[in-house]
């Protein structure tokens, strides 16, 4: 397993010259345009978010984390050299950045085996506990036009269906018995419903039961 330390690369782009200024002043044009909703931190979710901050310069994150086959990349992703990896964006940042593949950070990066082994709570615990820094103590930026802290919130995980059963901790099978991470209808069921039953749908409360459960045929949750 490695870790690049996000910590250190956002320190890093944002001491480089007009990417804090020209972050800002994006982010306040779009604060200022009540009319078209261009970019996530427009919507409500991420305003709920701020409340919590208290004035603060926040940033969201963007996390994405999907296996590959390094000897075999349009492969089944299932041989020896299988690996799984954990990417960050800033999705604030202004258009001419974020269309730039290398502002998109790999922070994690492990052999996928390790992950059935060990589990998720052991793999990605280094980037949980980044990324809660992040939130709670944030990064010393020194520019001409920026002195103090600058936090982070971590606001989307983004992957395929596959790729987010398996770093949520639910069932990587779509043939199981509760093949849905976001309710708890049954696959026979899956195949004729066709509106949306609201008394199926998972909950904090009952999620925490079925994690302490681990019982993947009865819940659909492995960890």
Same mark, same amino acid.
């Given at each position: 397993m490695q870790l690049m330390p996000l910590c250190e690369i956002l320190q890093k782009v944002f001491a480089l010259e007009n990417v804090l200024i020209d972050t800002l002043k994006y982010m306040e044009s779009l604060s200022n345009n009540n009319s078209i909703i261009s970019n996530f931190?427009? @919507?409500?979710? %991420?305003? +709920?978010?701020?409340?919590? *901050?208290? @004035?603060?310069?926040?940033?969201?994150?963007?996390?994405?984390? $999907? $296996?590959?086959?390094?000897?075999?990349?349009?492969g089944s992703h299932s041989g020896i050299h299988k690996l799984g990896a954990v990417y960050v964006s800033v999705a604030c940042?202004?258009?001419?950045?974020?269309?730039?593949? +290398?502002? =998109?950070?790999?922070?994690? %990066?492990? *052999? &996928? !085996?390790?992950?059935?082994?060990?589990?998720?709570?052991?793999?990605?615990?280094?980037?949980?506990?980044?990324?809660?820094?992040?939130? &709670?103590?944030? =990064?010393?930026?020194?520019?001409?036009?920026?002195? @103090?802290?600058?936090?982070?919130?971590?606001?989307? =995980?983004? &992957? $395929?269906?596959?790729?987010? *059963? !398996?770093?949520?901790?639910?069932?990587? +099978?779509?043939? &199981?018995?509760?093949?849905?991470?976001?309710?708890?209808?049954?696959? $026979?069921r899956l195949k004729i419903l066709c509106y949306e039953d609201e008394t199926l749908l998972r909950n904090v409360e009952q999620h925490n039961v079925h994690v302490i459960e681990q019982n993947i045929s009865a819940s659909g949750v492995k960890e």
């Open positions: 931190i427009q @919507g409500s979710f %991420w305003q +709920s978010k701020l409340q919590k *901050h208290n @004035g603060r310069t926040v940033l969201p994150l963007f996390m994405f984390f $999907d $296996d590959f086959e390094s000897g075999n990349v349009l940042i202004p258009p001419y950045l974020i269309t730039v593949l +290398s502002n =998109i950070f790999m922070v994690l %990066w492990f *052999h &996928s !085996a390790d992950r059935e082994e060990f589990k998720n709570n052991i793999i990605f615990k280094p980037i949980i506990d980044e990324l809660n820094f992040l939130q &709670s103590n944030g =990064i010393e930026i020194n520019t001409p036009v920026f002195k @103090g802290k600058l936090y982070f919130e971590l606001s989307l =995980i983004l &992957s $395929d269906n596959l790729g987010s *059963h !398996a770093m949520t901790g639910f069932t990587e +099978s779509f043939f &199981s018995n509760f093949p849905c991470r976001f309710c708890m209808i049954q696959r $026979d």
